[in-house]
């Protein structure tokens, strides 16, 4: 499946090996990615497309705000996350 904005993915490499995010950002072969909680929306994970598995779900939530408003909030990708299985950090 193809990675895009809004994507949930999981990460395969690194430390933060298992934790789940949600695109933010598609650029060539690497993407910027954040959950809310330890990834803050102000400064998101570049990680490359390589390392990271990709899940058949997409934050239509997400996707739209980010396309219309341009910006979401870190508790609007908590929200998105916990809804698709919760988030792995704590």
């Given at each position: 499946?193809?990675i895009?904005v809004?994507?949930v993915?999981?990460?395969?490499a690194g430390?933060?090996?298992?934790d789940?995010?949600?695109?933010?950002a598609?650029?060539?072969n690497?993407?910027?990615m954040a959950?809310g909680?330890?990834?803050k929306?102000?400064?998101?994970k570049?990680?490359?497309?390589?390392?990271l598995?990709?899940s058949?779900?997409?934050?239509e939530f997400i996707a739209?705000?980010l396309?219309?408003?341009g910006k979401?909030?870190?508790?609007e990708l908590?929200k998105?996350?916990?809804?698709?299985?919760?988030n792995?950090?704590?």
């Open positions: 499946m193809k895009e809004g994507s993915v999981r990460s395969k430390r933060d090996k298992g789940l995010f949600i695109v933010l598609v650029d060539g690497y993407v910027y959950n909680d330890l990834r929306v102000d400064k998101p570049k990680k490359k497309i390589k390392h598995q990709c058949q779900t997409v934050s739209n705000k396309r219309t408003a979401v909030t870190n508790s908590r998105a996350l916990a809804q698709v299985g919760g792995d950090n704590g």
